[in-house]
Structures are given as structure tokens and as C-alpha cells.
């Protein structure tokens, strides 16, 4: 391998960007600290702009043909991509998990061998730069300490494993603290936080004191959603510690500040 099939791993490949819509419309410095470092990588990203909402929130509350029309735009936007990457497992899980069942109850064949394909193709961010790159050194260079929250659909539906360990652990100058009761969730999960609020709140103020316990300056997670959760109890708990995407700690680089 050459030094610089080293450096961009990711030459010649063309990655379809799933921003997903929280992240779109609420945290946009995530898909675009997404296309940073897949542009580092020495990927081409595109953005489809027909692509909507995947549809989790009507699939999670049970409005299964109500949610149908979402699988059918995602496969319409990224039918034509070889890797469809999102910084979401969240949303990655929604769409390699829910589309095929939502497709197969359409009972339009069509749609259910496209959303079988694209959902294959499908990649959490953390997925496809440890899995397809085969790299975990991004260039990143991070001088905090952090502790990491491994949100529950990144873990038990989309499956990422240790591969954001993998690349925290290769940012220059950061400190990766253990986060007490790492694999509990943050009581956030879409509408159980409104339909079950007294629990969502107690589960979320339990995440919030384990982080603040480590004595992390960033509570870092791969989802926008759960630390859009533990950041709002992190505040009424007067905490200091800041929440970040994990893909924005990789596309920190020496000399930027953030």
C-alpha cells in the first residue's frame, strides 16, 4: 500500500450522505463535520436532496403505512449509491431494520427487493470508516477528555460495537474516561420520553450524573437525538460538560479550534 492510499483510503469511492432530519435541521455541523471526514478520507459525498425523515418516528409509534411512503423516498434518493452513509445509528438501524419489514407489508415486490438492497448498503459513519476504510486514525486531534455514550439502537439494532472506541482511541490528545453504566439508556427512545415522562426524566438525570461522575469536559455518542437528551438534563443539573457528536470530535484537527 502506497503512502498515499494510506493517507486517503477512500480515493475513488463515492459516498451518498443520509443526514439524517434531526441532524439536518438541528445540528448541521454534524453532516457536515460527516462530509469533512469523508473528505479527508479521500471519499467523493453527494447529497440526494429527495431524501426525507426514514420514517422511525411513525414505525416506533406503530403507523406502519403511514411510514411506507418514507421507504419508498429513501430508495428513490440512494438506490443508485454503493455506500449510503449516516451519522446516526439510530436512523442507519431504522432503515436496515424497519425498511425491509415496512416494504414487505407494502406487498409491492419491487420495493421490497430495492429497500432489501439499499438497506444493505446502508453504513453508520463509525461503520463504514472502521469496516470499508479500515482505517480508526482519521487525522483527528481532540486535547479534552471525554467519556462516550453508546446510545442503545447504535448498539443493540444497528450493531457498531467498539468501532467508536476504535476511532476516539486514535484521536491525538484525547483522554477516553469510562462512563459508569455506559449501556443504559438515557430514557430518551422517541415518544416513550412523551408518553412516559416521569421515567424518561429519572432515566436521563441517572445518564446525566454518571457522565458528570467522570469528570469529562464532553459527553461524546453517535446519536443526536440521546445527547440532545442527556444535554438538557446535563443543564438543569448545572453541569459544565459540553455534548458532541462523535463525528465532530473526528473532524477536529490540529490547529482548529473549536
Known amino acids: 500500500m502506497?503512502?498515499?492510499?494510506?493517507?486517503?483510503?477512500?480515493?475513488?469511492?463515492?459516498?451518498?450522505?443520509?443526514?439524517?432530519?434531526?441532524?439536518?435541521?438541528?445540528?448541521?455541523?454534524?453532516?457536515?463535520?460527516?462530509?469533512?471526514?469523508?473528505?479527508?478520507?479521500?471519499?467523493?459525498?453527494?447529497?440526494p436532496r429527495e431524501q426525507t425523515c426514514c420514517g422511525q418516528i411513525f414505525t416506533n409509534t406503530g403507523y406502519f403505512d403511514d411510514a411506507i411512503p418514507s421507504v419508498r423516498t429513501y430508495v428513490k434518493a440512494f438506490g443508485d449509491y454503493d455506500y449510503i452513509v449516516g451519522p446516526s445509528g439510530s436512523?442507519?438501524?431504522?432503515?436496515?431494520?424497519?425498511?425491509?419489514?415496512?416494504?414487505?407489508?407494502?406487498?409491492?415486490?419491487?420495493?421490497?427487493?430495492?429497500?432489501?438492497?439499499?438497506?444493505?448498503r446502508t453504513l453508520d459513519v463509525s461503520e463504514f470508516i472502521v469496516d470499508v476504510l479500515g482505517v480508526t486514525d482519521v487525522g483527528a486531534y481532540f486535547p479534552h477528555r471525554v467519556t462516550y455514550h453508546p446510545t442503545c439502537h447504535s448498539m443493540r439494532v444497528t450493531k457498531v460495537g467498539d468501532r467508536?472506541?476504535?476511532?476516539?482511541?486514535?484521536?491525538?490528545?484525547?483522554?477516553?474516561?469510562?462512563?459508569?453504566?455506559?449501556?443504559?439508556?438515557?430514557?430518551?427512545?422517541?415518544?416513550?420520553?412523551?408518553?412516559?415522562p416521569d421515567v424518561s426524566v429519572s432515566m436521563a438525570a441517572d445518564k446525566a450524573r454518571n457522565a458528570a461522575s467522570t469528570g469529562a469536559e464532553y459527553l461524546v455518542a453517535g446519536d443526536n437525538a440521546c445527547l440532545m437528551n442527556i444535554g438538557g438534563m446535563l443543564s438543569r443539573q448545572k453541569s459544565a460538560m459540553t455534548p458532541i457528536h462523535l463525528v465532530e470530535?473526528?473532524?477536529?484537527?490540529?490547529?482548529?479550534?473549536?
Open 2 to 47: 502506497t503512502e498515499t492510499s494510506r493517507e486517503r483510503p477512500g480515493e475513488g469511492l463515492t459516498v451518498a450522505l443520509f443526514a439524517t432530519c434531526i441532524s439536518d435541521t438541528m445540528f448541521p455541523k454534524t453532516p457536515q463535520a460527516t462530509v469533512e471526514v469523508l473528505e479527508r478520507m479521500g471519499c467523493r459525498v453527494v447529497f
Open 164 to 196: 467508536p472506541y476504535q476511532l476516539l482511541k486514535a484521536v491525538r490528545g484525547l483522554e477516553l474516561l469510562e462512563l459508569p453504566e455506559a449501556t443504559q439508556c438515557c430514557g430518551f427512545g422517541g415518544t416513550f420520553s412523551l408518553k412516559n
Open 91 to 120: 436512523c442507519v438501524g431504522s432503515v436496515r431494520e424497519q425498511h425491509p419489514m415496512l416494504a414487505e407489508r407494502s406487498k409491492d415486490a419491487g420495493l421490497q427487493r430495492a429497500a432489501t438492497a439499499v438497506a444493505s
Open 249 to 258: 470530535i473526528l473532524a477536529h484537527t490540529e490547529g482548529k479550534r473549536r
